[in-house]
């Protein structure tokens, strides 16, 4: 079992900046390949960045892209989403996500545990 705890949601203006955070507790963490989605209301959950094991690999979705930034700290256990140049359309509730699939493959159905989630809100 792995626990994910997300921090760093909030409200802000577009334009800004945000930095989340995931701290993952359980089994090895550098086991698991990790991402970030995010969910808006009446959508469903959409993948947004995923990074492998390492840390070597990176991939996100086409509308973050040169916005946001995967990084993770495999000595801390923590995962982390820096979304820059936020947009209204960025506003949703982002999970971080654990998996044993490859980073390029990553998906919601492959997912293996999820956080609660945390809000993200940019204002216009």
């Known amino acids: 079992q792995v626990y994910l705890v997300e921090s760093g949601g909030g409200l802000v203006q577009a334009g800004g900046s945000l930095r989340l955070s995931c701290a993952a507790s359980g089994r090895t963490f550098s086991s698991y390949t990790m991402g970030w989605f995010r969910q808006a209301a009446g959508k469903e959950r959409e993948f947004v960045a995923a990074?492998?094991?390492?840390?070597?690999?990176?991939y996100y979705v086409d509308s973050v892209k040169g916005r946001f930034t995967i990084s993770r700290d495999n000595a801390k256990d923590t995962v982390y989403l820096q979304m820059n140049s936020l947009k209204p359309e960025d506003t949703a509730v982002y999970y971080c996500?654990?998996?044993?699939?490859?980073?390029?493959?990553?998906?919601?159905?492959?997912?293996?545990?999820w956080g609660q989630g945390t809000q993200v809100t940019v204002s216009s």
């Open positions: 996500a654990a998996s044993a699939a490859t980073a390029r493959a990553m998906s919601a159905m492959n997912t293996n545990y």
């Open positions: 990074i492998s094991r390492t840390g070597a690999s990176t």
